[in-house]
C-alpha cells in the first residue's frame, strides 16, 4: 500500500502537475488526499520552520490539488468550476469532498474514458 501512495503522489507531481483534463478515479484522488493531510500534519509539528515549510508545501501543491480535484469532479460527470464551492463559508469544502466520494461514470462521459 505504501508503494501504491507513493507511486500515486510521484505520477501526478511529475506528470500531471498542470493536468485538468481527463478523469482521476476514486483511488487517485484519495491517495492525494492521504498524502497532503499527512505531509501538513507533519509540518504543523515541526517548531517554528513548520509554519514556513507548511506554506510552502500548500503553495508548491495548490495546482496538483486543483487538477487532480478537477478531474475527479469530471469523473462524475461534473465540470471542475464546481470547485468553486470551497469558497462557501464554513460548509464548502464539505460539499466538494462529498461530491468526490461517490463512484465515478462506469462509461464514456464528456470528459473521456473512465480512469484506471
Not at 10 to 25: E, L, Q, S
Not at 67 to 77: C, E, I, K, P, Y
Amino acid at each position: 500500500m505504501p508503494q501504491k501512495v507513493i507511486s500515486n503522489f510521484i505520477n501526478i507531481v511529475t506528470g500531471k502537475y498542470f493536468c485538468f483534463n481527463g478523469r482521476a478515479g476514486r483511488a487517485e484522488f484519495w491517495l492525494w488526499i492521504l498524502v497532503m493531510f499527512l505531509v501538513s500534519a507533519v509540518l504543523g509539528f515541526i517548531p517554528k520552520i513548520g509554519a514556513i515549510l507548511g506554506l510552502i508545501w500548500t503553495l508548491a501543491m495548490l495546482l496538483p490539488s486543483l487538477g487532480v480535484t478537477a478531474r475527479r469532479l469530471h469523473d462524475r460527470d461534473k465540470s471542475g468550476w464546481m470547485i468553486l464551492v470551497c469558497l462557501i463559508p464554513f460548509i464548502g469544502t464539505l460539499i466538494l469532498l462529498l461530491m468526490c466520494l461517490p463512484e465515478g461514470d462506469r462509461n464514456d462521459n464528456r470528459f473521456g474514458s473512465p480512469a484506471n
